[in-house]
């Protein structure tokens, strides 16, 4: 599987662009801001890639900034929970008041092509067959999306060391204890973890360091 990615300028957001190999279709994974579309561009010609989807874990705009101009760009849909699918024009609804004040004057949009997913949706692609897993806490429709049993995109769901943060408008403790409970400590030890920020973990370091996995288990 071939894995490449950068980090946005814009809060360091993890732009992942995945494919079976070299010289195949790929997956874009949460185009950030300000617009990365020239980014993502750079790594699909360095490795002749064709992307045919992008993908978005939730609907915070430092996720979601360049979904359109990748979408209208290469002419392929977007993939977004059905709960965040609102904030791909209002982002607003889940930022906070300081964050959405600066947005003022701002219009946003949808891609042309968009399409929902629910927990357990499959999405496949030449040689990768994706799951995606709703993990709600961050955002209300925020998701994951694990991939031929490999790798796991983890959004703002877990991160190396830690968690997203659940304070901002649609988020939820309640609901992120609940995720990392069911949907994150069941996952097996050598599944890689590619999350929205930071570097690249694996559920089974994750088990051993993360406090707040480790937590679950008192």
Known sequence: ML?????????????????????????????G???????????????????????????HLDHTFSIVPVCE??????????????????PERALSQVFAASLEGMVFAEPPDVRELRNGDQLDFLDMKIEAIHAPGHTRGSLMFKINDEVLVSGDVLFAGSI???????????DMEN??????????????????????????????????LKNLGR
């Open 164 to 174: 997203g943060r659940t304070d901002q408008p649609t988020g939820s403790p309640k």
């Open 3 to 31: 894995i490449a990615s950068f980090a946005a300028p814009a809060f360091a957001t993890n732009c992942w662009i995945i494919a079976p190999g070299r010289g195949q279709e790929c997956i874009v994974v949460d185009p």
């Open 73 to 90: 760009g290469y002419g392929i849909p977007a993939y977004v929970h059905t709960e965040d699918r609102n904030l791909l024009k209002n």
């Open 33 to 59: 801001m300000p617009d990365v579309s020239f980014e993502v561009m750079k790594i699909c010609q360095e490795h002749d890639l064709k992307p045919v989807a992008a993908l978005v874990t939730h609907g």
């Open 179 to 212: 995720t990392l409970r069911k949907k994150i400590l069941p996952l097996p030890d050598e599944l890689r973890v590619l999350p929205g920020h930071g570097s690249e973990t694996s559920i089974g370091h994750e088990r051993r360091v993360n406090p707040y």
